[in-house]
């Protein structure tokens, strides 16, 4: 369990930094990242390269024996480079350009920009590459915040007519699969195409979701083409990008394909993401000081599978933020509650954004580990104590691997982009579909693994499908070799990788294994809402509902109030036709559960656990003291058994 902190030296004197770096060892944190917005302090006129700076930097911090990680400054190109390349600043979707003034003003596209990075990483790497202090390199910094990528230029639709090309190689196949006869859309060539932009009313939607396949593929090269230099130069670092948790622009799993990284990392920044996702209001206004229990674990649950077992939180919420639509002080314990539990998931390091709260304006009320006179913040005074009892413990300083999970959910970002397309009905957000299942199964007190479609699935013994657009044969030929239970959700396999209704209707190529077939599809405004009952637990469809048929021998397991089956079973599989009310997603979970031999525990409100190697951890998120569910003769190492808000126990599993 290691800390680390982000710095930025060149905000603050020179006279400051070795006593910085002194304090950061005194609180317990091992790594320090710097760098990845200074780009116009390491060349500050075209060609210009001035290290100096940057070499007492790493000097000062390496030799108080802090371990650092150095980011690429590309998310922050200089006045002078866009000067002399204007056409580096992205295009929003009506036309216009994001202006110079804050960060992030580069269009992913753009061949010149790229040239440009691969320069200043270059340069960089060369530099510091070898440095044994220098342990890992992060790239840009939240590739795709503040909404500038996709970027509608010239540039991205030039990519774009090549990434089509290759995709499709003749412009009749293109035609065909697009289905551009309809409003006679046909394109004469690939270079007649435009952007899926300023079009009068919906743009064909496999346009749409070619497009973002393509911005996609654009990030993760994007990526690519520093790893490259990174790699050559520095062969023994890791690599690493931070992501940003519930972002969806780009397809998180793919990127990291091959050797993209070594690292999954993420920011995290519980509260402002639940005051920012789509939660009911109650759950908003019951979790607004503590965050919901689930909103960090989904993602440390994604990013570990992303990075193969290996990932950090490279900025971790310290105090009160500054971008959400209200940024409370979180409640006490909450800070070191997000590390244990970070941990409990499987981090290998959680690095807190930042070392002190800022001198300027900008971002200037965002809390750091220190306030602004130096004085350690009530955050960091959590973070010292955190670091004080994880080195006062064998136990928790030696942790083992996280337990492997039972249980997989299946995300998949296609779907969510081919739901945004066609949400059908304006609340049905695929994530947020996701996320409830997920809190279900978290509530029932189950470890979870997040992954891809195209994961290997044979070690988990139920696997959960929200939902997921295209079914292909892989995938079924998963399901038949699998002795695993395995839900479905509605919409699932509704529509082929063309985009198209499959020939033999929805759940398409699912159907070999789960005969059935979807009729219609409905959704729902909030006062359309059937009645159903799963076991004794009643409830509604909510978002979307789906008329279904059961085939051959398959079962109706339960059914809508106005008879129209609500679950179809299958020897293993359950289909379920709609978007149900949390408790019946609960209730299906725990039944398909219980089938896998899997126990479950329905958890005191506002708790989760989690375990990691020999170790069981339980967190308390809810506004009132709850008992953990530890057996009687629990041998804790950290806490008790007793949680107030924002308290941690853990205890040795048998
Ligand atoms: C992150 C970003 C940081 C800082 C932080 C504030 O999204 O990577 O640079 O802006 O937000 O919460």
Same mark, same amino acid.
């Given at each position: 369990?290691?800390?680390? %902190?982000?710095?930025?030296?060149?905000? *603050?004197?020179?006279?400051?930094?070795?006593?910085?770096?002194?304090?950061?060892?005194?609180?317990?944190?091992?790594?320090?990242?710097?760098?990845?917005?200074?780009?116009?302090?390491?060349?500050?006129r075209?060609?210009?390269?001035?290290?100096?700076?940057?070499?007492?930097?790493?000097?000062?911090?390496?030799?108080? &024996?802090?371990?650092?990680?150095?980011? =690429?400054?590309?998310?922050?190109?200089?006045?002078?480079?866009?000067?002399?390349?204007?056409?580096?600043?992205?295009?929003?979707?009506?036309?216009?350009r994001?202006?110079? &003034?804050?960060?992030?003003h580069?269009?992913v596209?753009?061949? /010149?920009?790229?040239?440009?990075?691969?320069?200043?990483?270059?340069?960089?790497v060369?530099?510091?590459?070898?440095?044994?202090?220098?342990?890992?390199?992060? =790239?840009?910094?939240?590739?795709?915040?503040?909404?500038?990528?996709?970027s509608?230029?010239?540039?991205?639709?030039?990519?774009?007519?090549?990434?089509?090309?290759?995709?499709?190689?003749?412009?009749?196949?293109?035609?065909e699969?697009?289905?551009?006869?309809?409003?006679?859309?046909?394109?004469?060539?690939?270079?007649?195409?435009?952007?899926?932009?300023?079009?009068?009313?919906?743009?064909?939607?496999i346009?749409l979701?070619?497009?973002?396949?393509?911005?996609?593929?654009?990030?993760?090269?994007?990526?690519?083409?520093?790893?490259? %230099?990174?790699?050559r130069?520095?062969?023994?670092?890791?690599?690493?990008?931070n992501?940003?948790?519930?972002?969806? /622009?780009?397809?998180?799993?793919?990127?990291?394909?091959?050797?993209?990284?070594?690292?999954?990392?993420?920011?995290?920044?519980?509260?402002?993401?639940?005051? #920012?996702?789509?939660?009911?209001?109650?759950?908003?206004?019951?979790?607004?000081?503590?965050?919901?229990?689930?909103? #960090?674990?989904?993602?440390?649950?994604?990013?570990?599978?992303?990075?193969?077992?290996?990932? *950090?939180?490279?900025?971790?919420?310290?105090?009160? @933020?500054? *971008?959400?639509?209200?940024?409370?002080?979180?409640?006490?314990?909450?800070?070191?509650?997000?590390?244990?539990?970070?941990?409990?998931?499987?981090?290998?390091?959680v690095?807190?954004?930042?070392?002190?709260?800022?001198?300027?304006?900008?971002?200037?009320?965002?809390?750091?580990?220190?306030?602004p006179?130096?004085?350690?913040?009530?955050?960091?005074?959590?973070?010292?104590?955190?670091?004080?009892?994880?080195?006062?413990?064998?136990?928790?300083?030696?942790?083992?691997?996280?337990?492997?999970?039972?249980?997989?959910?299946?995300?998949?970002?296609?779907?969510?982009?081919?739901?945004?397309?066609?949400?059908?009905?304006?609340?049905?957000?695929?994530? /947020?579909?996701?996320?409830?299942y997920?809190?279900?199964l978290?509530?029932?007190?189950?470890?979870?693994?997040?992954? #891809?479609?195209?994961?290997?699935?044979?070690?988990?013994?139920?696997? @959960?499908?929200? #939902?997921?657009?295209?079914?292909?044969?892989?995938?079924?030929?998963?399901?038949?070799?699998?002795?695993?239970?395995?839900?479905?959700?509605?919409?699932?396999?509704?529509?082929t990788?063309?985009?198209?209704?499959?020939?033999?209707?929805?759940?398409?190529?699912?159907?070999?294994?789960?005969?059935?077939?979807?009729?219609?599809?409905?959704?729902?405004?909030?006062?359309?809402?059937?009645?159903?009952?799963?076991?004794?637990?009643?409830?509604?469809?909510?978002?979307?509902?789906e008329?279904?048929?059961?085939? &051959?021998d398959?079962?109706?397991?339960?059914?809508?109030?106005?008879?129209?089956?609500?679950?179809?079973?299958?020897?293993?599989?359950?289909?379920?036709?709609?978007?149900?009310?949390?408790?019946?997603?609960?209730?299906?979970? +725990? +039944?398909?559960?219980?089938?896998?031999?899997?126990?479950?525990?329905?958890?005191?409100? &506002?708790?989760?656990?989690?375990?990691?190697?020999?170790? /069981?951890?339980?967190?308390?998120?809810?506004?009132?003291?709850?008992?953990?569910?530890?057996?009687?003769?629990?041998?804790?190492?950290?806490?008790?058994?007793?949680?107030?808000?924002?308290?941690?126990?853990?205890?040795?599993?048998?």
């Amino acid at each position: 369990m290691q800390l680390g %902190v982000c710095y930025y030296p060149e905000q *603050w004197p020179r006279t400051m930094w070795a006593d910085d770096a002194k304090r950061m060892v005194e609180l317990g944190i091992t790594h320090v990242r710097i760098a990845e917005f200074a780009w116009s302090r390491m060349e500050p006129r075209a060609g210009e390269f001035v290290w100096e700076w940057l070499d007492e930097a790493v000097a000062t911090l390496a030799a108080a &024996g802090l371990k650092i990680v150095l980011g =690429t400054p590309t998310a922050s190109p200089p006045k002078w480079l866009i000067d002399a390349c204007p056409e580096v600043l992205p295009v929003r979707a009506d036309g216009t350009r994001w202006n110079f &003034g804050s960060r992030r003003h580069y269009d992913v596209s753009s061949e /010149t920009y790229r040239r440009e990075c691969v320069r200043i990483v270059t340069a960089m790497v060369e530099r510091y590459g070898r440095h044994p202090s220098i342990v890992a390199w992060q =790239t840009d910094n939240e590739l795709g915040c503040h909404d500038t990528v996709p970027s509608y230029s010239d540039a991205a639709l030039a990519r774009f007519h090549r990434w089509l090309r290759h995709r499709y190689e003749t412009i009749e196949a293109l035609n065909e699969i697009w289905g551009n006869v309809f409003w006679s859309m046909e394109y004469p060539s690939f270079e007649a195409i435009g952007l899926p932009n300023l079009t009068p009313t919906d743009a064909n939607p496999i346009h749409l979701l070619d497009f973002r396949r393509f911005v996609s593929d654009e990030v993760a090269s994007f990526h690519a083409g520093q790893v490259e %230099v990174l790699r050559r130069h520095a062969p023994d670092a890791d690599i690493l990008h931070n992501f940003m948790g519930f972002f969806t /622009t780009f397809d998180h799993y793919r990127f990291a394909d091959g050797d993209a990284l070594d690292v999954a990392a993420w920011d995290s920044y519980p509260i402002a993401r639940t005051e #920012s996702i789509a939660l009911p209001e109650e759950q908003k206004a019951r979790y607004a000081r503590t965050a919901h229990p689930d909103v #960090s674990a989904f993602d440390h649950d994604r990013y570990r599978a992303i990075g193969r077992g290996r990932f *950090w939180v490279m900025e971790q919420q310290a105090g009160p @933020v500054n *971008w959400a639509p209200w940024n409370p002080v979180p409640a006490k314990g909450m800070v070191r509650l997000w590390a244990y539990e970070a941990f409990a998931h499987g981090a290998e390091l959680v690095s807190y954004f930042r070392w002190r709260q800022c001198p300027y304006a900008q971002e200037q009320m965002h809390s750091g580990l220190n306030l602004p006179n130096n004085e350690l913040s009530p955050g960091g005074l959590e973070v010292q104590q955190a670091a004080r009892e994880i080195a006062a413990s064998a136990a928790l300083s030696a942790l083992g691997a996280p337990s492997p999970a039972s249980v997989a959910i299946v995300f998949d970002y296609e779907t969510q982009w081919m739901f945004e397309i066609q949400r059908h009905g304006k609340t049905f957000d695929y994530q /947020t579909l996701v996320f409830d299942y997920y809190e279900s199964l978290r509530e029932l007190g189950l470890d979870v693994d997040i992954v #891809s479609r195209s994961a290997d699935l044979s070690a988990y013994r139920l696997v @959960v499908v929200p #939902s997921l657009a295209v079914i292909d044969d892989a995938l079924v030929d998963q399901i038949e070799r699998s002795s695993a239970q395995w839900v479905f959700g509605p919409r699932s396999g509704s529509k082929t990788d063309a985009f198209a209704i499959p020939g033999n209707l929805p759940p398409g190529a699912l159907q070999r294994v789960l005969p059935m077939q979807v009729l219609e599809i409905e959704s729902l405004r909030p006062t359309l809402a059937p009645a159903l009952s799963v076991g004794d637990t009643h409830g509604v469809a909510m978002h979307w509902r789906e008329h279904v048929r059961a085939n &051959g021998d398959t079962r109706v397991a339960a059914q809508f109030d106005d008879t129209w089956p609500a679950i179809l079973a299958h020897g293993k599989l359950r289909y379920v036709a709609g978007w149900l009310s949390h408790a019946l997603h609960r209730e299906v979970l +725990q +039944q398909a559960a219980r089938q896998a031999g899997i126990d479950t525990q329905l958890l005191p409100d &506002g708790v989760r656990i989690r375990r990691r190697g020999e170790l /069981t951890f339980a967190f308390n998120f809810g506004p009132q003291q709850a008992q953990a569910p530890a057996p009687a003769d629990a041998r804790f190492v950290l806490g008790g058994a007793q949680l107030h808000t924002g308290d941690v126990c853990v205890w040795r599993n048998g």
